[in-house]
């Protein structure tokens, strides 16, 4: 797990382990932004990943952060 970075949330004792990418998304979420936004970013930060890819990995990273309760959207 050298470089993968683990989330635990206590309240219903479940993990998710997040790959470079993930960890990018998790760790940029402390500033309010969009999921086309994060892609953006990734699209600059990652080499040889375009748009769209960036776009269902962020979307793949949200629907788990989500599915494990460590992160929810607001009402």
């Given at each position: 797990?050298?470089?993968?970075?683990?989330?635990?949330?206590?309240?219903?004792?479940?993990?998710?382990?997040?790959?470079?990418?993930?960890?990018?998304?998790?760790?940029s979420?402390?500033?309010?932004?969009?999921?086309?936004?994060?892609?953006?970013?990734?699209?600059?930060?990652?080499?040889n990943?375009?748009?769209?890819?960036?776009e269902?990995?962020?979307?793949?990273?949200?629907?788990?952060?989500?599915?494990?309760e460590?992160?929810?959207?607001?009402?």
């Amino acid at each position: 797990m050298k470089d993968e970075t683990v989330l635990f949330n206590p309240s219903n004792n479940k993990f998710c382990v997040l790959n470079a990418t993930a960890a990018y998304i998790w760790q940029s979420l402390a500033r309010p932004q969009s999921a086309h936004e994060l892609a953006l970013a990734i699209t600059g930060n990652f080499a040889n990943v375009g748009l769209e890819q960036a776009e269902q990995d962020v979307q793949r990273a949200l629907a788990e952060l989500q599915r494990v309760e460590c992160i929810v959207y607001p009402e």
